[in-house]
């Protein structure tokens, strides 16, 4: 039997309580006590430290990483226990030969080009989680992967016969473990599928429980009615709705947020079960190729590639993507100078890393489509972008929304990825509590564990309490701050010196141990 006990921690149970004074007794990964415990079992001293949930990260690119690195420092230095990935419509599972051989392609900018890939379905990926990570997954089946399998990457409606065979995909994944399913609706091929297709494979999710987390057709141009969309597809299928990385981006959204905030009040009065994510950065951060026009991204990378080749094609790419707007890059006009590279899949374009497509072009005095078009083909799709185009006031106010959890949405890969993928937790902490005040310490807690713990459907984890799961997370409130930065990303978090998986010690004083307790924590 495996005991432990930490002795004089402020205790922020994640259910937005106040903090109090006290000790917790582990007993063989579990919670069995807290406040005054029986002294028993090796002591780990708190000395004020915050005990706390270990944190929840409700949007996750981690789908390689918890299976491939053993460490996974960007989330477990920063207290992260739990992560929910296959998010935003494409993941590695389910999936055919065929269709990994696309993904493999079509995710480079997210998670690098993989070796061998031995699952196939959803079941069999959380078995190879199983077999040791770092941290805990919960897996959502992603739409756009599904309808990769069963219509292509073709452009049209799904038949009826195509739906089914679709919602078959989703059911399988369900019952294998999935928590729900995603959407990428500004991505091939899920941005192919109408409200009708959509609600017919978030029938089958509210029917098992789960719940919709969509990247949804829009953050900028027509954000609000790819919004009230998504809501719509709540109503209809009786779908639990996520709505993930909710922000109101670019200039046509500045000061927007209250009408966001607003249609999620609307559908919650209305017995409507939705809830959304954050991260607390201005930048996005995608691929470069997402910005291409949907009609130039079908039939997969070969296909686009050969259009980034054909003079015809270009000048239809050029008009959308500098004159009317692409439904890629949101509906609204490229604007070169917000584009910055965070990473390139060819070596030989490192030293674009950290230069916006404007800057290239002025050093090489070229235009700005050309060095798009030109970066797009000689690093073939691989390359990855911060997006300066969010605003402060947005951010604050739906941080501050009550149906608010949060999650990182970070790409690990690249030479400089975003610092959200490193720093989303503490920096919350550090910044948008300690500093600004925006939240209350137990209410930040709150959003961080409990409440994203709730979401999942996790009953054992997420809250302290005995009988809960030991994951776990001893933070100092007055020195909690993200290391990551935009120019140097992978800086590990300050003031969190230890963290439990399971009860299992992953960061010990600062320092990772070689522990991999983490495992598929399914539906």
Request: aromatic share 6%; glycine share 12%; with cysteine.
């Given at each position: 039997?495996?005991?432990?006990?930490?002795?004089?921690?402020?205790?922020?149970?994640?259910?937005?309580?106040?903090?109090?004074?006290?000790?917790?007794?582990?007993?063989?990964?579990?919670?069995?006590?807290?406040?005054?415990?029986?002294?028993?079992?090796?002591?780990?001293?708190?000395?004020?430290?915050?005990?706390?949930?270990?944190?929840?990260?409700?949007?996750?690119?981690?789908?390689?990483?918890?299976?491939?690195?053993?460490?996974?420092?960007?989330?477990?230095?920063?207290?992260?226990?739990?992560?929910?990935?296959?998010?935003?419509?494409?993941?590695?599972?389910?999936?055919?030969?065929?269709?990994?051989?696309?993904?493999?392609?079509?995710?480079?900018?997210?998670?690098?080009?993989?070796?061998?890939?031995?699952?196939?379905?959803?079941?069999?990926?959380?078995?190879?989680?199983?077999?040791?990570?770092?941290?805990?997954?919960?897996?959502?089946?992603?739409?756009?992967?599904?309808?990769?399998?069963?219509?292509?990457?073709?452009?049209?409606?799904?038949?009826?016969?195509?739906?089914?065979?679709?919602?078959?995909?989703?059911?399988?994944?369900?019952?294998?473990?999935?928590?729900?399913?995603?959407?990428?609706?500004?991505?091939?091929?899920?941005?192919?599928?109408?409200?009708?297709?959509?609600?017919?494979?978030?029938?089958?999710?509210?029917?098992?429980?789960?719940?919709?987390?969509?990247?949804?057709?829009?953050?900028?141009?027509?954000?609000?009615?790819?919004?009230?969309?998504?809501?719509?597809?709540?109503?209809?299928?009786?779908?639990?709705?996520?709505?993930?990385?909710?922000?109101?981006?670019?200039?046509?959204?500045?000061?927007?947020?209250?009408?966001?905030?607003?249609?999620?009040?609307?559908?919650?009065?209305?017995?409507?079960?939705?809830?959304?994510?954050?991260?607390?950065?201005?930048?996005?951060?995608?691929?470069?190729?997402?910005?291409?026009?949907?009609?130039?991204?079908?039939?997969?990378?070969?296909?686009?590639?050969?259009?980034?080749?054909?003079?015809?094609?270009?000048?239809?790419?050029?008009?959308?993507?500098?004159?009317?707007?692409?439904?890629?890059?949101?509906?609204?006009?490229?604007?070169?100078?917000?584009?910055?590279?965070?990473?390139?899949?060819?070596?030989?374009?490192?030293?674009?890393?950290?230069?916006?497509?404007?800057?290239?072009?002025?050093?090489?005095?070229?235009?700005?489509?050309?060095?798009?078009?030109?970066?797009?083909?000689?690093?073939?799709?691989?390359?990855?972008?911060?997006?300066?185009?969010?605003?402060?006031?947005?951010?604050?106010?739906?941080?501050?929304?009550?149906?608010?959890?949060?999650?990182?949405?970070?790409?690990?890969?690249?030479?400089?990825?975003?610092?959200?993928?490193?720093?989303?937790?503490?920096?919350?902490?550090?910044?948008?509590?300690?500093?600004?005040?925006?939240?209350?310490l137990e209410e930040c807690v709150a959003r961080m564990t409990g409440r994203s713990a709730a979401r999942l459907g996790l009953t054992d984890r997420g809250v302290l309490r005995p009988g809960a799961i030991a994951d776990l997370v001893l933070f100092d409130p007055s020195t909690v701050a993200a290391g990551s930065t935009f120019a140097d990303p992978r800086r590990p978090a300050v003031g969190i010196p230890y963290v439990f998986v399971d009860g299992v010690r992953v960061i010990d004083d600062g320092r990772r141990t070689d522990a991999t307790p983490g495992r598929a924590v399914r539906r």
């Amino acid at each position: 039997m495996s005991t432990f006990r930490v002795r004089g921690a402020s205790i922020v149970d994640g259910t937005g309580a106040p903090a109090y004074r006290g000790d917790a007794l582990i007993v063989d990964g579990r919670i069995v006590a807290l406040g005054d415990v029986p002294a028993e079992g090796p002591v780990l001293e708190a000395g004020g430290l915050v005990l706390a949930p270990g944190f929840i990260d409700m949007h996750a690119h981690s789908d390689l990483a918890v299976v491939t690195d053993p460490e996974h420092l960007a989330k477990t230095t920063q207290g992260v226990t739990t992560e929910v990935v296959g998010q935003d419509g494409l993941s590695y599972a389910p999936a055919t030969d065929e269709t990994l051989a696309i993904l493999r392609d079509q995710l480079a900018g997210w998670n690098g080009v993989p070796g061998d890939l031995p699952w196939r379905t959803v079941g069999e990926y959380l078995d190879r989680v199983d077999a040791g990570a770092a941290v805990n997954v919960c897996y959502l089946v992603p739409q756009g992967s599904v309808r990769m399998m069963v219509v292509g990457t073709e452009d049209r409606p799904a038949t009826g016969a195509e739906i089914e065979a679709m919602a078959g995909l989703v059911r399988d994944g369900l019952e294998q473990g999935a928590v729900g399913m995603s959407s990428g609706l500004t991505y091939v091929p899920g941005m192919f599928a109408d409200t009708d297709e959509l609600v017919a494979l978030c029938r089958v999710v509210a029917g098992y429980g789960g719940f919709y987390a969509p990247h949804q057709r829009s953050y900028g141009r027509g954000a609000l009615e790819a919004y009230a969309e998504m809501v719509e597809v709540a109503r209809r299928s009786g779908v639990a709705l996520h709505l993930t990385h909710a922000t109101m981006n670019f200039g046509v959204n500045r000061g927007r947020a209250a009408e966001l905030l607003a249609l999620i009040d609307d559908a919650l009065a209305d017995g409507l079960d939705v809830t959304l994510d954050t991260y607390p950065y201005l930048p996005g951060s995608t691929t470069l190729a997402a910005v291409l026009p949907s009609w130039s991204a079908t039939g997969g990378p070969a296909a686009t590639l050969e259009r980034l080749a054909d003079p015809a094609a270009l000048a239809r790419i050029r008009e959308q993507v500098e004159v009317t707007g692409s439904d890629g890059c949101h509906g609204v006009v490229a604007e070169w100078d917000t584009l910055q590279i965070s990473g390139v899949r060819n070596e030989e374009l490192s030293d674009l890393v950290g230069s916006t497509i404007a800057q290239i072009a002025a050093a090489e005095a070229r235009e700005e489509f050309e060095v798009f078009v030109d970066v797009l083909r000689r690093d073939r799709l691989g390359t990855t972008i911060l997006q300066h185009v969010g605003h402060e006031p947005n951010v604050r106010a739906i941080m501050r929304h009550p149906r608010h959890t949060v999650g990182s949405d970070g790409l690990l890969v690249g030479g400089r990825p975003h610092p959200r993928a490193w720093g989303t937790f503490p920096h919350y902490l550090g910044h948008y509590v300690r500093e600004e005040g925006v939240l209350g310490l137990e209410e930040c807690v709150a959003r961080m564990t409990g409440r994203s713990a709730a979401r999942l459907g996790l009953t054992d984890r997420g809250v302290l309490r005995p009988g809960a799961i030991a994951d776990l997370v001893l933070f100092d409130p007055s020195t909690v701050a993200a290391g990551s930065t935009f120019a140097d990303p992978r800086r590990p978090a300050v003031g969190i010196p230890y963290v439990f998986v399971d009860g299992v010690r992953v960061i010990d004083d600062g320092r990772r141990t070689d522990a991999t307790p983490g495992r598929a924590v399914r539906r």
